[in-house]
């Protein structure tokens, strides 16, 4: 196959429902603001942002979020109004896919900063005015990997810094990767928003007093200013992600931009249902609910797929080639089509998981393997599809029309697919959020 002077051809959306879909960009300035920290490449803030392509059988119980239909399995999704101000994270391959692809949204790249959380609190105090004015929405995934059950959970004992580097002491101090959410404190201290998200890997509940010891920081933003309700893990398939993923949801409401009444309200600790923030679910992944729609599964995303080979998405067409490596290995499983996918993580070459094994290997997919369709291992895209990202969604990007040398690789698309929030859970935090805003604070 020759990819000399190839246009990148998306699977699953033509070129004409792409440009049908984004239009000339047009920046709202009367948008609520959002200031996103640990932004990777933009899982959370595309969900605050809205107006993506998504599943159909995602938003299916959610008629009223539909934009327009694309055909029976895709649906393009209305905007919210939340509109993004500000966003960084250290990761090069973050900054480069998140910037390729909001940029058909109006955004300059530059409001997407690389320099670590730390360094930029440091600037700002120092009167480099980093942070923008006028900030209504605070979002923030800070890194999870010393919480994680993949990890080594180290948690606030961590040995990199905030720049990801191995320190050299032995103490911990505030700067360590496993204490950042006290920076993000220290942006909600400066930027006063009238609400914060924070969110983590479910491990973190898990870990002694890891979650009452961030809740009550949190708490303690701007002076005690924040009602921290109690965290919330949410389930990914229950709001129709196919993937089984847990994360923590932190939410913080400031107290004084609250009407009182509801401030009064939601001090409680059982809140009732029409002013809890948190997003219900939607779909009947791990609840014992016959109300909610039925999970969305693996071929409702993946089955429009051409093989790498027949593909000219770059993010589908080049992928892990790590051989098998024995059952008792992590990420040697195969996927099964009609059920949700596994846990995407931020790892690659042999922790991926596979696709397609071959019958020596105990696959299943005897249909695939007698067309002559070879073993292999999950596709960034395939990954990206699992977490609803919108298939027109580039991370894998060349370099140069040859497709020989890349600006962001496989191996680097694999890190910030696994370490994003699921857009469409986003969507839903957003939209939630977004509908209770007058009640929580009047008009804007």
């Known amino acids: 196959m020759e990819y000399s002077q190839q246009q990148i051809i998306f699977d699953i959306v033509s070129d004409s429902q792409l440009a049908f879909n984004y239009l000339q960009p047009i920046r709202d300035t009367k948008k609520l603001r959002v200031l996103s920290l640990f932004s990777g490449c933009g899982g959370m803030d595309l969900g605050f942002e809205g107006d993506f392509i998504a599943p159909f059988k995602s938003v299916a119980p959610r008629p009223e979020w539909i934009e327009r239909q694309i055909n029976d399995d895709w649906v393009h999704l209305r905007p919210t109004k939340f509109s993004l101000v500000f966003a960084n994270d250290i990761l090069k391959e973050a ?75 032995d103490l911990p101090t505030e700067e360590t990767r496993g204490k950042l959410y006290y920076w993000m404190k220290e942006v909600i201290d400066i930027t006063k928003p009238k609400i914060f998200i924070a969110e983590n890997v479910k491990g973190l509940v898990n870990m002694g007093q890891v979650k009452d010891i961030i809740q009550a920081d949190f708490s303690q933003a701007d002076g005690n200013g924040y009602i921290v309700l109690s965290p919330q893990v949410l389930h990914a398939g229950n709001y129709g992600v196919p993937e089984s993923r847990e994360r923590v949801i932190f939410i913080g409401i400031r107290k004084d931009a609250l009407k009182e009444e509801i401030a009064q309200i939601l001090k409680n600790d059982l809140i009732p249902n029409h002013l809890n923030p948190y997003p219900q679910p939607t779909h009947n992944c791990t609840l014992n609910d016959e109300t909610l729609a039925t999970p969305v599964v693996l071929c409702d995303v993946l089955k429009q797929l051409k093989e790498p080979k027949e593909s000219f998405d770059p993010s589908q067409r080049f992928y892990s080639k790590a051989k098998y490596m024995g059952a008792h290995c992590q990420g040697q499983k195969e996927i099964t089509m009609n059920s949700i996918g596994p846990t995407i993580r931020s790892e690659h070459h042999g922790n991926i998981e596979y696709r397609r094994l071959s019958l020596e290997h105990g696959g299943t997919n005897k249909n695939e393997l007698e067309k002559g369709l070879a073993e292999r291992r999950l596709t960034p895209r395939e990954c990206a599809l699992i977490q609803t990202f919108p298939p027109d969604f580039q991370f894998v990007i060349p370099k140069d029309y040859d497709w020989k040398r890349f600006i962001v690789s496989a191996s680097g698309a694999y890190k910030v697919i696994g370490n994003a929030v699921p857009p469409i859970l986003a969507y839903h935090i957003a939209m939630r959020i977004q509908n209770l805003w007058s009640t929580y604070y009047g008009s804007k």
């Open 95 to 169: 900054s480069l896919t998140w910037t390729k692809f909001m940029k058909r949204y109006g955004y300059d790249p530059s409001i997407y900063r690389t320099e670590s959380i730390v360094d930029l609190v440091k600037q700002h105090r120092n009167g480099g005015d980093i942070f923008p004015e006028s900030i209504d929405v605070v979002v923030g995934g800070f890194p999870c990997q010393d919480f994680s059950v993949a990890g080594k959970r180290k948690g606030f004992n961590s040995m990199r810094t905030h720049d990801g580097k191995l320190r050299a002491d």
